[in-house]
């Protein structure tokens, strides 16, 4: 099974441990090494998900956490539409799920921060519902003898959720089932205004 914007590697390794053979991939080296070592022994690959070739054909796929909301376009989802199915046996599911705007607009507009001892994490979120791109600055300080200061910026783009279907049958996709969070029993924030997109290489 491939972990298609793999992160960290947590949910690849819970997936080993119920005996599924994994392997992953993320654009981020330094996700690429949490992952390595959460998970070691899983073949983990740095790649850009619009543009990679494993060599092999899995039997399964998913890109979840709303990972392909990272893409920046429906041209690059549909780069990324095409490696995947490349990469898959005939006939494997493909499973991901995508954020819709109402969660754009309710989860995107706030500051927020997170404060322990020797670490501090504060997040400016902001929707622009014009361009449909959100962004989320991060300023981290680290204390490691003295205090370190990081800053980066996370961005997301609301795709229209309408186009994909449409996208991933283009790409070699057949029999695309659309599933919204709350009926797949996320309650909760982490269910509000997420699609699940099913689809068969």
Not at 130 to 155: I, M, N, Y
């Amino acid at each position: 099974m491939l972990d298609v914007c793999c992160g960290t590697g947590q949910l690849a390794q819970t997936l080993r441990e119920l005996g599924y053979k994994m392997a992953g991939l993320d654009a981020s080296d330094s996700m690429i090494e949490f992952a390595r070592r959460n998970a070691p022994g899983i073949p983990f690959t740095v790649a850009d998900a619009r543009d990679f070739d494993l060599g092999a054909r899995f039997d399964a796929a998913y890109s979840v956490f709303e990972s392909l909301n990272h893409v920046p376009d429906l041209a690059g989802l549909s780069l990324a539409f095409g490696c995947i199915h490349r990469n898959l046996a005939p006939g494997a599911p493909f499973l991901f799920d995508l954020n819709r705007e109402p969660a754009f607009i309710e989860f995107w507009n706030d500051t927020d921060a997170i404060i322990s001892d020797d670490n501090v994490c504060v997040m400016a979120s902001n929707y622009n519902e014009s361009t449909r791109v959100a962004t989320c600055d991060v300023t981290v300080f680290d204390l490691d003898g003295h205090w370190r200061r990081t800053d980066f910026t996370v961005r997301q783009t609301c795709h229209d959720i309408d186009a994909v279907p449409g996208l991933l049958c283009d790409a070699g996709c057949q029999d695309v089932a659309l599933y919204d969070a709350r009926d797949a029993g996320m309650m909760g924030q982490i269910g509000y205004a997420r699609t699940f997109f099913l689809a068969i290489a």
